[in-house]
């Protein structure tokens, strides 16, 4: 059964820094995996998505990697910003090829100005 | 191209009264996703289902909730007897290749 962990669970920092937030997922026969960004009271927005033939998308200030043998995704985030304040949601397939997705608890971001 | 629609954005119902949530998937795509996030809880599948066709319902609670996905019209997720446990965001995706688009919810007070 897939599981998907997330660390840490709340992360907060001045903004400027330069952020990583983690992901590890218990079955390793991904197709793909996704990140996700969700505002309080919002749905969730498609950051990125990586497939499992690839290492890394970037996409702005936002850069993934996967590493599918040892079940771990990390989201760097460079140069944070204020706005950047949301949870940060990891998701992979429950299995192989299924679509439907097995989600982490998130990690809740809060960037100081 | 909108994206995947979901109404209503709240919904308060007593508790014994039904609720009707509703999903439109993005242009394109004819399967839909229902998850439903609980307080504190991460987002949990509940059930997929393409045109008239229920593929898979494995995260549904067996007794109260239904969905379906008419040929025309929006999917629709029911939820019969509410009772305050039943209070949640419930969210609807659609895909295209590979990657899920999400609608901004539904948040279902039980009172």
């Known amino acids: 059964k897939q599981e998907v962990t997330q660390i840490p669970a709340a992360l907060s920092v001045p903004e400027g820094e330069n952020l990583v937030l983690n992901c590890s997922f218990t079955d390793s026969a991904i197709y793909n995996l996704q990140w996700f960004r969700q505002d309080p009271g919002k749905g969730l927005t498609s950051l990125l998505l990586?497939?499992?033939?690839?290492r890394e998308q970037t996409s702005g200030r936002l850069n993934a990697s996967l590493d599918k043998s040892s079940g771990r995704s990390t989201l760097y985030i460079a140069a944070s910003q204020p706005g950047d304040s949301a949870t940060y949601l990891c998701a992979v397939p429950s299995q192989g090829g299924s679509e439907k997705l097995v989600f982490g608890k998130g990690t809740k971001l809060t960037v100081n100005p | 191209n909108a994206g995947v629609m979901q109404n209503p954005r709240h919904l308060v119902r007593r508790r014994g009264q039904e609720a009707r949530l509703r999903c439109s998937p993005m242009k394109g795509h004819s399967h839909v996703y229902w998850y439903r996030q609980l307080p504190e809880e991460g987002l949990k599948f509940m059930v997929y289902l393409q045109k008239e066709n229920i593929i898979d319902e494995s995260g549904m609670p067996k007794e109260r909730f239904s969905a379906e996905f008419p040929k025309e019209g929006p999917s629709i997720l029911r939820i019969q007897q509410v009772v305050r446990g039943d209070s949640a965001a419930y969210f609807c995706?659609?895909?295209?290749?590979?990657?899920?688009?999400f609608g901004q919810g539904t948040r279902l007070t039980v009172v």
């Open positions: 990586i497939q499992s033939s690839q």
């Open positions: 995706a659609s895909s295209g290749e590979f990657e899920a688009f």
